[in-house]
């Protein structure tokens, strides 16, 4: 079924052709909402808004984008509401994985399992230090893959805006991580 067909039917009271949308969409709900929110109790509740968003406003759906790209859009929205009222910091799941160097990850001896742990922790913490609207560009281009002008129309920012923040939130990262080697080596010096 395309998405032409599967909103047609949805619009029409099909309750299986919009469980087939959420099934097809929940993942991408789940990780646009994720990277957003520190409370995981609140990512449920939140990807349930999301769908029920989706639900309510399909009929206006002109297919100016991608389905995909809409919901997101949504879920983008709808999690950033959400952290605006709870005043949360988001926090980033143990499936980032791109930003480790790969060959620091080569070997299943512990302890460098426990380094790569470590590693995954600081680039975790050192995210979320990073103001919300450069975390989230920089999480929705690097780890969910999404091109420029998808980030534009799920955010709402100009394109030269989001090319700017993806690269502050880089030049941040980097400093961020640079700083923590340093108190690092400096500790281990006094110790």
Same mark, same amino acid.
């Given at each position: 079924m395309n998405e032409t067909e599967l909103i047609h039917q949805i619009c029409n009271g099909n309750p299986q052709a919009f469980?087939?949308?959420?099934? #097809? =969409?929940?993942?991408?709900?789940?990780?646009?909402a994720a990277r957003?929110? @520190? #409370?995981?109790?609140?990512l449920e509740d939140v990807c349930q808004e999301v769908f029920i968003?989706?639900? #309510?406003?399909?009929?206006?759906?002109?297919?100016d984008s991608k389905l995909s790209t809409w919901i997101a859009t %949504? /879920?983008?929205?709808? /999690?950033i509401n959400h952290t605006k009222k709870r005043k949360a910091v988001a926090d980033i799941d143990d499936s980032e994985k791109?930003? $480790?160097?790969?060959?620091? $990850?080569?070997?299943?001896?512990? #302890?460098? %399992?426990? +380094?790569?742990? +470590?590693?995954?922790d600081l680039v975790k913490q050192m995210i979320n230090r990073l103001p919300a609207p450069y975390k989230t560009v920089? %999480? *929705? =281009?690097?780890? +969910?893959?999404?091109?420029?002008n998808e980030i534009v129309e799920i955010t709402g920012l100009p394109e030269g805006t989001v090319? @700017?923040? $993806?690269?502050r939130a880089r030049k941040m990262l980097? +400093? *961020?991580m640079l700083k923590s080697e340093l108190i690092a080596d400096i500790k281990k010096q006094k110790a």
């Open positions: 469980r087939f949308l959420v099934k #097809q =969409y929940e993942r991408l709900v789940f990780h646009v957003l929110l @520190n #409370q995981q109790e609140d968003k989706v639900h #309510q406003k399909l009929p206006d759906f002109r297919g %949504i /879920a983008y929205r709808v /999690a791109k930003f $480790i160097h790969e060959d620091m $990850i080569t070997e299943d001896h512990p #302890q460098k %399992i426990v +380094e790569e742990k +470590e590693l995954k920089l %999480i *929705l =281009y690097h780890l +969910e893959e999404m091109t420029y090319k @700017n923040y $993806i690269f980097k +400093e *961020l």
